[in-house]
């Protein structure tokens, strides 16, 4: 497997991600994320929708065609598990987490790339590209604080695929 450039830093550091594929024994909290959409006509609301990122002005979160659930949404500081699953039928998706400053303030977002600015947004920790069905998990410890899990796959993210998790005593 081949580190990015933000997990060199964050291992040179001492906080570097445990990327665990398939069956793995975990330690701390779990926390069981899943990746959906609405299928294909989702992508059709892209054009035409205002985007639903958090905070966004104008962001109708009813008219989300991408989401994620985190559960829970409430854990404890520490040694956290994030386990994705793509429950998507035909689209790929990613698991970004984000340890973000206030929640009433968006993400810088790149409306030209469609994407937000991962390092600008607090990044902690990613499970790239799942196709459909498939499974990974990160662990990380945890702070507390509220903590972001997006997909940025061109898209997502403004079409609704983002959740926070509160991280507390």
């Excluded at 973000?100 to 590209?129: C, H, N, Q, T, W």
Aim: charged letters at 20%.
């Amino acid at each position: 497997m081949t580190l990015s450039r933000r997990q060199v830093m964050l291992s040179a550091i001492g906080a570097a991600p445990i990327l665990t594929f398939g069956r793995t024994a975990m330690a701390g909290t779990v926390v069981q994320v899943s990746l959906w959409d609405k299928g294909p006509a989702s992508m059709e609301v892209m054009d035409t929708a205002k985007p639903m990122g958090l905070a966004m002005p104008e962001a109708d979160m009813s008219m989300a065609t991408m989401l994620i659930t985190a559960e829970p949404s409430r854990i404890p500081p520490g040694e956290v598990t994030f386990m994705a699953k793509n429950d998507s039928s035909e689209f790929v998706h990613e698991m970004v987490i984000a340890r973000i400053r206030d929640p009433k303030l968006p993400l810088p977002y790149s409306e030209e790339d469609m994407e937000v600015d991962e390092d600008g947004a607090g990044f902690r920790g990613k499970v790239s590209e799942l196709g459909p069905g498939q499974t990974a998990a990160i662990t990380l410890v945890v702070k507390s604080g509220t903590y972001m899990i997006y997909c940025n796959i061109a898209g997502h993210y403004a079409m609704g695929m983002w959740t926070l998790v509160t991280v507390a005593m």
